[in-house]
């Protein structure tokens, strides 16, 4: 048993979730886990389909690119987990997809609108899309300068608040307190993606949500007096 | 055997449904099954995932708001379902769910129009859409204002005629002289939702449809001298 | 074994198909089968979910509309089902579903016109709407004139080269050689219904396929030089 | 063992997931597997059920349009694949479907433009429509003819870079080293036509993606310094 199979097991089983949930084809998407006290997070290696994978396949990395357990070459977005898990404080796990909906929206270059209270339960306003790299980014080690784009991104914005982001013209990326949560995150904003979509063909001219709203329905799931869900700390189950 | 075992049964089992028919992702929805006699209804205990619900997690609550059996905090949506057992006579079935299309119309703040005898087979009448809930009515209690908005929106129409409605900028509740049926009407919603979604871009100019066939559709089903269905009475099976 | 025990074992396999080709829910739709020398048909029993059905539950009939076998109510459809039967000649399974694009385009009162060689390798032309059914026509005997529309509308059209029909405001029916055949049709009517809608999504100003084409395709697989398939009077299989 | 064995059963294979893969319904789409040494290429029989199909069903010809093995009748589509291995050097493996979002984009005669990377992974620039067979075409050898539009749309075009196509009003092929791999890029053609259906809806306006980051992504996966997937020559696997 090496220090890492926790971290490996927790990373192969979010990314086995993946085509579970319909949110990859083939060998599409990623999700890392990370451990913050190690240093280092698990990646799944890149191109090896989806059913060819085990906890060990899983690339052991640590936050300089260096590869400290795994014989396989990490996924080729590996840099921009890393960059993400450098600079989002509190945050243990990162899922990357090419899902349908979310990246429609991601390739026509537009943020997804808060309009409604199921968007609200999750995230803190819209889902936010990067601007598009640049020609110079790209020269340069384009998987960080991904990452830069997000962490630019959240300049004025919580990664907390809003566990996911449109990278322009790619797809999207999320995250959250574990592998699992960040899956969980991918999964409900490409529900969140295709609801957008068909309430703006219904009625192009609705406004987002009324801000009232929006805090209610966060708050009611994450605020310091959340009453959704049951008590952490209880006994109850 | 507890004597509200029976309801908690009829809960569990709806609920279970849910995700079965594709309605709703991960914790989200709500079932609850209402007893007239003991005037008491089971409902889903808050953010518990479906495979691990089991009958006996079910909170049964009277009418009053009191737990009288469970111990897992219910359902943040049940002042909502505890509003509707007592304004709408006759029903003991509610379900909620976040289902796409239907909660796409929600957002756009639209009613779903009726276009077709399939529509008029289960709705008589367009599936009404309530006001935007007020700032006033969120810093009140949110959940009892909700379903004060949905027992407004009713004040011409009959919840038995009209067995569902769209929440704005939220999502569908449907109901039903069950919590199996209050199912039912939301796997229906959701196809009529996407049906006519359809049915507008294939031609935005499409008017409702006529009255005389709504009453025949309506009638045909539910009127006094309904005859689709087997005899209710009959000894076929 | 009864001398209907075929025709009923045909309309039983049928109508199971329905829910498996995901073009029903719940107890929507009806498929029927006919035997042009015993001058019957047999059909789905009206308002029995599909997974409580049985061969012996299927209700046999004559065309002038008396229950020969069968203890249950038939569809309410069959009068519909029995119109077709008297005036399409050679038809021997009619098939109803709601399903959703084909029930959109219905709803719509548009026909679906004919873009593509999918279309034309099953359907000589466009897919025809009915016209919308009259307030007189609906305070007679309702299916019997819904029946009626469809034979208006095949006035100048072979029912044996357009195996399918939408009827205005309420949905499709399709028929064959055989109740398997109309299901069979139903399944691409969903399908052509689809991707039509889609290719007027992304060229609004697309016209209808040449004169030329919908000939070389139809001809290919229907014609008397057909060389689609294999030879039916091979001993191939 | 014939030894077109291996040929077959690579065919019978490739063939039996299109159905798995929600590409096909009932009979139509067909694929084959070439071997260019042995000047053949393996080919479903017309008309037959993927249920049905066995590596021995399969039909062997040569580029003669001389059946080398096999009783069924051929894909009325072979004469199409037989221009195909003859004009792109390189290619072993042929995917005919009617998958839905890509058969919409050849029924309304549109390329389906780059949009984002998701695209540019698989594919160097837009995926070409051809132009529409003219009637002379047709009253030739139209499966043939089909081909050479397929041939003519690549005059400036790269079959290795751009390893699909759409036939104008009819649907998509596409090709691979392996007919696996003529399927996987019917599949992700499939992805890619519907992701750019979404795109162009929810932005009317947006432009192709800019040629760098096309360069990019491309290179990335296959030019001479592609570092995605694992080494080929690696003993990892």
């Known amino acids: 048993m090496n220090k890492y199979a926790s971290l490996q097991e927790q990373a192969f089983e979010a990314n086995r979730e993946l085509p579970r949930k319909g949110l990859v084809s083939e060998t599409f998407g990623n999700v890392s886990a990370f451990d913050k006290d190690l240093?280092?997070?698990?990646?799944?290696?890149?191109?090896?389909?989806?059913?060819?994978?085990?906890?060990?396949?899983?690339?052991?990395?640590?936050?300089?690119?260096?590869?400290?357990?795994?014989?396989l070459r990490p996924s080729s977005d590996t840099p921009t987990h890393r960059m993400l898990y450098r600079y989002f404080e509190g945050i243990s796990g990162i899922c990357h997809t090419h899902s349908s909906f979310a990246t429609a929206w991601a390739q026509a270059e537009k943020p997804i609108p808060v309009l409604g209270t199921t968007h609200a339960d999750l995230v803190h306003g819209d889902i936010p899309c990067t601007s598009v790299i640049t020609d110079e980014q790209i020269e340069k080690q384009y998987e960080i300068e991904t990452g830069q784009l997000i962490v630019n991104t959240f300049s004025h914005l919580s990664p907390l608040e809003v566990p996911m982001v449109l990278v322009a013209r790619h797809g999207p990326f999320t995250w959250g307190a574990s592998a699992k949560q960040a899956v969980y995150h991918s999964v409900m904003l490409e529900e969140l993606a295709r609801i957008a979509f068909h309430t703006l063909q219904i009625n192009p001219k609705i406004e987002k949500l009324k801000a009232s709203l929006i805090e209610k329905h966060f708050q009611r799931k994450h605020g310091p007096d959340a009453y959704y869900g049951q008590e952490k700390s209880g006994n109850q189950r």
Chains 1, 2, 3, 4 share one sequence.
Request: proline share 12%.
């Open 39 to 71: 240093g280092v997070f698990a990646i799944k290696p890149s191109g090896v389909p989806y059913p060819e994978l085990t906890p060990k396949t899983m690339v052991v990395l640590d936050l300089e690119n260096r590869i400290v357990l795994g014989k």
